[in-house]
Structures are given as C-alpha cells and as structure tokens.
C-alpha cells in the first residue's frame, strides 16, 4: 500500500520520466533482456525497435498509471486490455519481479543524481501496486480459461488440417486440437496465441491471430497476413512468424495454441444497429462478428471494408453471401487502388478509405455501436473518424493487431503506418 507521500512522489516525478521515455524504454529493455535472455521468447524484437511507437507500450503504461494514481478506477479498461494480452503470452506473476527490477534502474538512469531513497521506494510501492492489481486479473483469466469446458493451461498441440489461400497475401490455417477433445466455445472477435520457433530466429515467438469462423466445438479458424517490410524501410526484416507460417507450416504439421482470449467481443446487451469497421487484415475478427450477427441476431449491422486491392481482398465472396442472407445487412468494400478488370457493385463499392466522410455516407439512421480493427496505421485513422463523427466512447469498441498504442507517449512509428495492409 503506498503511503500519501509516496504518491505525492510518484505524480511529481511523472513529467520528469514522461520526458525521457525513450531513454527510460531502452535502458529498461535492454538491460532486462541481457540479463535475462529467456524473456526474449515473450517479447517480440520487432516492438523493440528504438523509433517504434510500440515498443513503449509497457514503460508508457506504467506512467499512465502513476499519473492516475489517485484515480485508479480510471484504469479498468486498460488493465483488462494489458491483463488479457499477457495471459495469451503466458506471463506469471515470477516475471513481474523482474520488469519491476529494470524498471526502477531506469527510472535511477533517468532521474539521475536526483533519484534519491524515497523517490526509488515509492516508484518500487507504486509498481508493485500495479503489480498486484495485473497478476490478480490475470490468475482468475487463467482460472477461467483453463477451467472451462474444452479449456486447457499454457499451448497445446494442434494439426493444420487444412490451408487455404484467401488472397495474395492471407492464408488460412485451420486446426484441430492433436488430443481431439471438444474444444471450448469462444466469442466472435476473440483471439488465439500461436507459439514459433522459427529457425531464422534463436528464440520462439508468440502472435496473436483473431479466430475468423464461427465455433463449432471442432476446429479454430486463423487467418494470417503475410507482413512485408514496410515500404519506409526496405532493408527491414519481413515479419518473422506471419512469414513462418506462410513459408513452413504446411498440412498436417503441428501448431502450439493458446486457448482463446480477448475483450474485443460484441456487447450482446445491446439492440442497436452495429458498424463494423475493418482495415486490412482487421477483417479477421470483425467477419466472426459479423457470421454470429447475422446468423443470431436481428440487429442492423453495416460492415465498411477498407481493401488495399482486389489481389488482397479476402473473404470477398463470403461477406457478400452473409450480406444477402437477411436484410437489414449491408456490406461495403472500400478499394484504395481500383484496377482495369475491377466491376463496382460487385468487387468493391466505392474508391477510398475509411474516412469520416465515407463512414457518414453509410450510417444506419439509428444511434449504433461501433467495432473496428486493423493494424495501426489503421486504428488511428479510424479514431480520428469517429472523434469527428463525434461517436461517444462508451460505443466504440476495438482491437490493434499490434501493441496498443493509446499508451504510448510519442508518435507512432511511421514505418507501420498504411490505411489497410
Ligand atoms: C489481438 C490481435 C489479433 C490479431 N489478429 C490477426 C489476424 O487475425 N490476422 C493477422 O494476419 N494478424 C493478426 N494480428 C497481428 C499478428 O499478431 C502479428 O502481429 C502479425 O502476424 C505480424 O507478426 P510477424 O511476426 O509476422 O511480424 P513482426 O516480426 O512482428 O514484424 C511486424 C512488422 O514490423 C516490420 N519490422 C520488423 N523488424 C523491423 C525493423 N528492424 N525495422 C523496420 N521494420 C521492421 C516487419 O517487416 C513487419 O512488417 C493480430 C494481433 C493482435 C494483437
Ligand atoms: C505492471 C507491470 C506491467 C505493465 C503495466 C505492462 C504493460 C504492458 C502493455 C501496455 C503492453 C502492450 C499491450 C497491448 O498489446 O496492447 C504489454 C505487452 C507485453 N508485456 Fe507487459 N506489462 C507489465 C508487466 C509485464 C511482465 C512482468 C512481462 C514479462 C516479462 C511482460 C511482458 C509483456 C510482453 C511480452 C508483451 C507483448 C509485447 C511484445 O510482443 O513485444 N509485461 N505489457
């Protein structure tokens, strides 16, 4: 428990820190990862780059969080966030010691000759604080997770037994658990973590990939975007586990997998007409959701699709089969590079992206619920949309396919940046 002056501390040196987060990010994580070389097989070296926007995510967090301290209630939704995001990557309470060693040598690098005793103790009170609060969330997420019918601890062992090409740049990987018991349900816009070894790389890796079927006890349905370098940084490494997967993993070999997690789930509470907005591969979950809207529910949904071009516009004719089979049901496809054989009305509707002008355009009349997803470049452009269209918080509903960046301090990385990918 953190005494009053304690957090008087931890709120006055705030700024101090949130003025060096790049020094405190780096010397944090270079640090810990020296000396504990084993968490490299947690975190992904792609969000460790020195200009990533992402790779500040945990540090900026933890600011976030002493800036609010006194106002902890405003943090429900980020600790759920952050909590379901380390139970798909297994984190247990035995690491937290350990960022909390790292985090607090960066914060002495930082502050200098002015990181005197009582600064350090009340940082080491205010993170353990923290601490306690995520691991808490996080032993009754894997309470609830394991225990369930079907559910399981940790990865288990799952047979590709089937792969099908969705475009030029998406596969589909569909898999059934090696020990063929049942497996337990999910909600639509929930994920699964898959766990690599690459033999490009000396570690393994963990992503995670949103569950694009219904469930059906049987089988999960993952989809994955191949990543290219990003146009910025030519000589950058191709993402290393989409990659994988596309080049190695093959009918009939075997996939580590994390039972099904997530918050990114429709609030079925709720009657009124639903937007699912999605970038590139953001298709993924927002297609589960829009399979369950359409088979279980009467609601108005309106679906905008932001496709890069027709070679990368998966689940084209699917979407167009689950629009025509109620009405009420309206799907559009926005195409941001329209080419010479491409029909309007029947491969994309309109030339663009999802912009606050287009989203307008297709508005059901009622008030609704907004879900969107996508990668990063993506989520930003689509919040700014919805601040213009002045969609209330308690309505919108998403998921980054990459750290979230709403905790981050600076800007995010460029490099990410593309409306749909
Ligand atoms: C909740 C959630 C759900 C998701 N669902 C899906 C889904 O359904 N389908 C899907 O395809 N993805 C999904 N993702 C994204 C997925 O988890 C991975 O992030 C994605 O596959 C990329 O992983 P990777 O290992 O291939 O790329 P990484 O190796 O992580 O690289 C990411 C990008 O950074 C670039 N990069 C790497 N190193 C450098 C460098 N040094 N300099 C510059 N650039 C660099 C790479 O070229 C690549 O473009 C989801 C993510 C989350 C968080
Ligand atoms: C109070 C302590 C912690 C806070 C506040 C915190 C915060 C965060 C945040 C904000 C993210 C990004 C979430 C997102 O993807 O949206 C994240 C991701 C992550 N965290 Fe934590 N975290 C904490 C402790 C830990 C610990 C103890 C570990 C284990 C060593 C850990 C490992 C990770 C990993 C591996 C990721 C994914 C990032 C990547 O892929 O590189 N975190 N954390």
Not at 44 to 63: D, F, I, T, W, Y
Not at 214 to 242: F, Q, T
Request: charged share 20%; aromatic share 8%.
């Amino acid at each position: 428990m953190l005494t009053e002056q304690q957090r008087e501390i931890v709120k006055a040196t705030v700024p101090a820190l949130k003025m060096h987060g790049e020094t405190i990010t780096r010397t944090f994580y270079d640090a810990m990862l020296k000396a504990h070389p084993e968490l490299l097989n947690y975190f992904n070296p792609a969000n460790q780059r020195g200009e990533g926007g992402q790779a500040r995510s945990l540090a900026a967090s933890v600011l976030t969080y002493a800036e609010n301290i006194d106002r902890l209630g405003n943090l429900g939704s980020m600790v759920e966030r952050i909590a379901t995001k380390h139970v798909s990557l297994e984190i247990l309470p035995e690491h937290y010691p350990i960022v909390g060693r790292h985090l607090l040598g960066a914060i002495t690098e930082v502050l200098g000759e002015a990181a005197t005793p009582e600064i350090l103790n009340a940082w080491a009170a205010a993170y353990g604080q923290l601490a306690d609060v995520m691991t808490g969330r996080e032993r009754d997420l894997y309470a609830e997770t394991s225990t369930q019918p079907g559910g399981w601890a940790g990865f288990k062992p799952f047979r590709v037994v089937r792969r099908v090409r969705e475009s030029e740049v998406m596969t589909s990987f569909h898999l059934v658990p090696a020990d063929s018991v049942p497996l337990p349900a999910f909600r639509p816009g929930q994920y699964v973590s898959v766990k690599v070894h690459p033999p490009s790389y000396d570690y393994e890796q963990v992503r995670q990939y949103s569950l694009s079927g219904v469930p059906d006890g049987r089988h999960y349905r993952i989809s994955v975007r191949r990543e290219d370098a990003p146009a910025g940084a030519p000589n950058a490494p191709a993402g290393l586990v989409s990659g994988f997967l596309h080049d190695a993993v093959q009918e009939n070999d075997t996939l580590l997998v994390h039972v099904p997690v997530g918050d990114f789930v429709l609030d079925e509470t709720s009657d009124r007409p639903v937007v699912l907005i999605s970038g590139g591969s953001g298709i993924t979950a927002v297609l589960a959701m829009l399979e369950h809207l359409v088979a279980n529910t009467q609601r108005e949904v309106v679906m905008l699709r932001g496709v890069r071009s027709r070679a990368r516009h998966p689940f084209a004719e699917r979407v167009r089969e689950l629009a025509r089979q109620r009405p009420g049901v309206r799907s559009i496809t926005l195409y941001e590079a329209v080419g010479p054989g491409d029909v309007q009305g029947e491969h994309y509707d309109a030339i663009g992206r999802t912009t606050a002008e287009a989203i307008r355009h297709y508005l059901p009349e009622s008030e609704a619920d907004f879900y969107y997803c996508g990668p990063i470049g993506f989520m930003t452009a689509a919040e700014s949309a919805l601040d213009e269209l002045a969609v209330p918080l308690n309505r919108r509903h998403s998921e980054a396919f990459a750290p979230d960046p709403s905790f981050v301090t600076g800007s995010p990385d460029p490099g990410l940046l593309g409306q749909a990918a």
